[in-house]
C-alpha cells in the first residue's frame, strides 16, 4: 500500500506535465486550407467559417496562430512584416490569438468561449485586413503610430473593421461577439466601457444590417 502511495506521488508531476504537452501540441497542431492559409487544428471549424464571408481574402496568405498574452485584446491582426514593402498583393498577415484573455487580472480561457463568438471575433479580424489591403506599406505605418497614439484612431479602426464584417454578413455573428463581452461578469466594467466606446454597439450594428437589407431588397426589385 505504501508502494503504491509513493509511486502516485512520483507519478503525479510526470503526468501533469504530459496533459500540459499534450495541450499545448493541440494548440500548436496546424492545418493548410485553401493553399494559404494556415489555422491551429483548434480552430479550424470556426476560421473556415469566418474565412467563408470574405471571398475577396481567398488568394491572401494569412497565418492564424496562438500568442501567450494580448494585452487589452483577445485578437491581434496585423501585416507580417517581412514582406511589407513587397506589393499589395504579395503581403502576409498574421491573426494572434490569445491562449487565455486576461484583463485587468479577470482570465477567460478559450474553452470558455462559444463556437459563435469565436466565428464572431475572427470575422472582425479579417475586416482589419480588409482595410489593410488597401493602404501602402507607408499607410500601414502611419496606420500603426496612430493607432498607438491615439484614441480616436483606435475607435475609427476598430468601427471600421466591425463595419466591414457585417457588411460581409457576420451581423449575427458579431452581435453574439458584443453579447459576450458586455454580458460576461467575468471581465471587468472598465473593459467593457472601452469595448463599448471604440467598437459599433449592438443597436448600431442592428441598424447596418436593416440598412443593408433594405437595400438588397430595394435592388432585387429593381427599385
Not at 481574402?57 to 501585416?79: G, W, Y
Not at 479580424?125 to 489591403?133: A, K, N, Q, T
Amino acid at each position: 500500500m505504501i508502494k503504491r502511495i509513493i509511486l502516485t506521488v512520483i507519478a503525479m508531476p510526470l503526468l501533469v506535465a504530459l496533459n500540459g504537452c499534450a495541450a499545448k501540441k493541440d494548440m500548436k497542431e496546424k492545418v493548410v486550407y485553401q493553399d494559404n492559409k494556415v489555422i491551429p487544428s483548434k480552430i479550424l471549424k470556426e476560421a473556415k467559417k469566418a474565412l467563408s464571408y470574405y471571398p475577396e481574402l481567398e488568394n491572401v496568405h494569412i497565418e492564424f496562430k496562438f500568442k501567450d498574452n494580448i494585452k487589452k485584446s483577445f485578437m491581434q491582426a496585423q501585416p507580417q512584416l517581412s514582406n511589407l514593402f513587397k506589393g499589395k498583393n504579395k503581403r502576409r498577415y498574421n491573426i494572434y490569438i490569445s491562449s487565455k484573455f486576461v484583463i485587468e487580472e479577470e482570465e477567460v480561457s478559450m474553452e470558455e468561449v462559444p463556437s459563435e463568438v469565436l466565428i464572431g471575433w475572427l470575422g472582425h479580424e479579417l475586416g482589419h485586413i480588409m482595410d489593410y489591403r488597401e493602404k501602402t506599406a507607408a499607410g500601414l505605418i502611419i496606420f500603426g503610430l496612430r493607432y498607438i497614439t491615439s484614441s480616436n484612431y483606435i475607435k475609427e479602426a476598430e468601427r471600421a473593421a466591425d463595419t466591414f464584417a457585417v457588411t460581409h454578413g457576420m451581423g449575427d455573428y458579431i452581435l453574439a461577439t458584443k453579447d459576450f463581452i458586455l454580458n460576461n461578469s467575468s471581465l471587468s466594467d472598465a473593459y467593457k466601457e472601452r469595448i463599448a466606446r471604440l467598437y459599433l454597439s449592438p443597436e448600431e450594428i442592428i441598424v447596418l444590417v436593416n440598412k443593408l437589407e433594405e437595400d438588397l431588397e430595394k435592388a432585387e426589385s429593381g427599385g
